[in-house]
């Protein structure tokens, strides 16, 4: 055998900011670059082509780049099958390698070079790199059809019951992923493996953040025969406390960053909200939130809009500080354009099929109508509850150009044109786009939005302002019978900027999540000053294609 050794390849400075400070854009590595047309066609889909979409990133405001699984992973042996190719990459087959298909260097170190290379080009324009890790079952999977039969693959051969979770008589896998065998992070062997490449990915590779799929199997306590939850006793979890160096929560020190898919298979394995302080967490309870606002408007009080909006106190209200992570899509899923475009799946389109995929209500998706312009009103919508929350936002990649799936809601196997992400934009495709870009950009301006302290409705300044006020059409301060009721539609969320040094003295949001248009009265202001108009996303607006541009705001006295 022939090995090299790797160039010493610098992947430049780590940018030193809290999460919540983030906004996190969930990309496909290949699906990213694969189809942009303004990158030589070599290096599309590769290393190289993503760290060329890194100006574009920096432009849209996003600040942290997520992407799906980039070690190596099981392809090849499905890569002819009428099933399709593993396109998401969940079934890791190296820890420590990053996926060589993705490189455009194919020499031996090509791919870590050119890994390295991509981080450098993130990094030099103040942006975070997230890895999406699967550290809870692995390529080698369970028993497919005869359960006396297992892939051997790598680790399995190594040593099965130290890697994997077995039946207490040790004949059969124990899964709580749906993909097969619990990796065994109970045991020391496999903790060790797991906690030495996040410090090889972080500390060689120059990453910043991983966000761990299915991350309450990692947390399970015992080696064989069942699952238990305690994030105090995990071997795994204590290691990475004492062997990371991990980003405390107002960005100054550390540089690693966690992020928890809370949720696993089977009984015990939801655990949103139950992560140690350290991490942050997917919020399936805010996607649920937001979509039911704008899809199943009757099931939405005002009280459920302001407490995913203040950042879900209720879930992570044992700390100061909110760690939730804010998203109504992802990659799991419809695209943002699907939801309000589709009643239900369509995932057995002939050019674009899959099986699997979350049915029915549970999408709680609705089309509209089929009504275009209502559909790309409900987009702005989503995106301005999103950015607007206190938390950290994500949208999922290509959902700001309107990416559609044709309706699949699981296209985790279709390594397929319709997956990637198209730049070449129609008009309407591009005013979203523009849409998205104000919207983040004004997130990032305003300290107001980005802190991660709850609200707790105190005047801190004596400036006869609380830190938060829930209004009503009226104007005036929402009671708990108001807040409480599915049938009134407006709230009003007014957030005293003084208080965190924003240059904005007030920031208020209202939404309508009915149908029907709102006569509303803006609450008194502070003296001396005035109110400005800066998106609407009513049909009548006053505002250029929604959203102003930063100085053009419209003073509300003159409209």
Known sequence: SVFTIPKNISTGIKPKRPLSEDIIYEA????????????????????????????????????????????????ERNDFTDKGTNYWGYQTLNYFA??????????????????????????????????????????????WGNPDVATLLSMRGLDNSSYYETTNDGKYFWDNSGCGANLNAANNITSDLITESLKYWSEEMGVDAFRFDLAPVIVNTQEKGGYNFDSQKSPVLNKMERQLDLRSQDGT??????????????????????????????????????????????????????TAIAGSSNIFGGNEKTRSVNFITCHDGFTMK???????????????????????????????????????????????????????????????????????????????KQNYLNWNLSKEQKKIQEFVKKAANFRQAHPALTNAKFFDGKDHNNNGLKDVTWLTDRGFEADGKYLDSPHNNFLGCRIDGTEYSDSAASIYTVINKGDSDIVMTMPKNLDGKKWYLVADTADDSEVKDNFAKVGEEIEIGKL
């Not at 966690?258 to 399936?284: M, V």
């Not at 700001?400 to 985790?412: C, F, R, V």
């Open 253 to 306: 020190k550390g540089s690693v960053d966690l992020i928890a898919e809370p949720w696993g298979c089977g009984d015990g394995t939801y655990r949103l909200g139950q992560f140690p302080k350290s991490w942050h967490e997917w919020n399936d309870a805010f996607r649920s939130v937001m979509r039911s606002m704008f899809n199943r408007q009757e099931h939405t009080s005002p009280a459920n809009i302001a």
């Open 98 to 143: 990053p996926n060589k298909r993705y490189a455009y260097d194919k020499t031996p170190g090509g791919a870590i070079n050119e890994f390295k290379q991509m981080v450098k080009a993130f990094h030099d324009k103040g942006i975070k790199v997230c890895m999406d890790v699967v550290y809870n079952h692995s390529g080698e999977g369970g028993t």
């Open 338 to 416: 699907d939801l309000f475009s589709y009643n239900n799946p369509y995932n057995n389109n002939p050019i674009f099929k899959s099986d699997g995929g979350t049915m029915g209500d549970g999408n709680i998706s609705w089309d509209n109508f089929g009504e275009f312009k209502r559909q790309v009103k409900a987009m702005k919508n989503a995106f301005l509850a999103l950015f607007m929350s206190k938390g950290t936002p994500m949208i999922s990649a290509g959902d700001e150009i309107m990416k559609t799936q044709l309706g699949n809601n699981n296209a985790y196997n279709l390594d397929k």
């Open 28 to 75: 496909h590595l290949k699906g990213f670059s694969q189809l942009d047309e303004k990158i030589p066609e070599q290096y599309r889909g590769t290393y190289k082509g993503a760290a060329m979409k890194a100006q574009y990133l920096k432009d849209m405001g996003i600040t942290m780049v997520e992407f799906l699984p980039l070690h190596e992973f099981d392809n």
